[in-house]
């Protein structure tokens, strides 16, 4: 920005109202966009002016967010060297607790706003948009760098981030279930569901590491609910033995501090979260017990004490 002496300054103007704007475009019209990019049913030249808008627009949402979030939604340097097809980043950085300080934790809030409406009702075109680099040498998928900066924000100490980001996976598994539901010759889930499948399966034991550790104090209590939400669909939509493995790692990390017949108790719960035979609503209670057991610093919560003996009563049931 120009000054009046001609000079440069620096701005910290957000780009969140921008992708508000986005985000209203295609909830209106994102229908219209994905009818077009399936080719199932005739659509006018309106309609693929439509399509070719609303991909415009992501693009340029995904540019902007990216000098925000800086290295959490930057390409690796293999990923630049290399380049990458839609669905085939690298596995995402570990899951570490993180805060967008000097950055903009409101356009990042604002930007998995926007993927969240993007895939209820744009699935295709979102997980499809590709971005070439300058040369025009380099397929970037902005879908799948989407869902590892997600993974990562999930542990953001910015409530709006962390909750945004839990939103927007939790979304993702809801539509790799909805494509299940349906035929595997259906064309959403030919143009899209490989992607989506193999965006889970790459974050999902991380994810559930992470969670786990952030239920046991480490995340702002605002979250609780939406992880315990989140967690809930990744069992329900794993295989038995991936949900097993998932919950049995996570329940070994150092963070936990309740002894043994708590995590047997907790593991009981995740087992029955992964069967259907428990509803969200109990995870979220497990969850605020969890995290109230971890604030406090008197030896009777943890391994023992009262307070964990109840918790083990109460949730151990098989």
């Not at 010759?185 to 590491?209: F, H, M």
């Amino acid at each position: 920005v120009a000054s009046s002496t001609g000079k440069e300054e620096a701005t910290d103007a957000t780009q969140a109202p921008m992708l508000h704007f986005v985000q209203e475009a295609i909830d209106v019209h994102g229908h219209i966009a994905e009818s077009n990019v399936r080719g199932t049913s005739a659509t006018s030249p309106s309609d693929k002016n439509i399509r070719i808008i609303l991909d415009r627009l992501l693009v340029l949402s995904f540019e902007a967010v990216q000098s925000a979030a800086g290295a959490v939604w930057a390409p690796t340097p293999e990923q630049q060297e290399q380049g990458e097809k839609a669905g085939e980043a690298s596995p995402p950085p570990p899951i570490q607790q993180s805060n967008t300080t000097n950055k903009s934790p409101d356009e990042l809030a604002a930007m998995f706003s926007l993927l969240t409406t993007s895939l209820l009702r744009c699935p295709v075109l979102l997980v499809n948009l590709s971005i070439g680099d300058a040369t025009g040498q380099v397929d970037i998928s902005p879908f799948a760098r989407s869902v590892q900066a997600a993974a990562v924000c999930t542990n953001e100490k910015e409530v709006d981030v962390a909750r945004s980001a839990m939103m927007f996976l939790k979304t993702l598994v809801d539509i790799k279930g909805t494509f299940e539901k349906g035929e595997r010759t259906d064309t959403a889930y030919k143009l899209a569901g490989d992607v989506v499948d193999s965006s889970i399966s790459r974050i999902r034991p991380d994810l559930v590491n992470a969670i786990v550790a952030g239920a046991c104090g480490h995340y702002p209590r605002e979250v609780l609910d939406p992880a315990a939400s989140l967690l809930y669909v990744l069992l329900r939509t794993s295989s038995p033995e991936e949900a097993e493995s998932a919950a049995t790692a996570a329940l070994e990390q150092d963070v936990f501090k309740l002894g043994g017949d708590a995590r047997r108790a907790l593991l009981v719960v995740l087992g029955k979260s992964a069967q259907g035979n428990a509803d969200s609503s109990t995870l979220m209670d497990v969850f605020e017990t969890l995290w109230n057991l971890h604030q406090g610093e008197d030896a009777n919560t943890f391994a023992g004490g009262d307070a964990v003996a109840k918790f083990v009563n109460k949730y151990g049931q098989s």
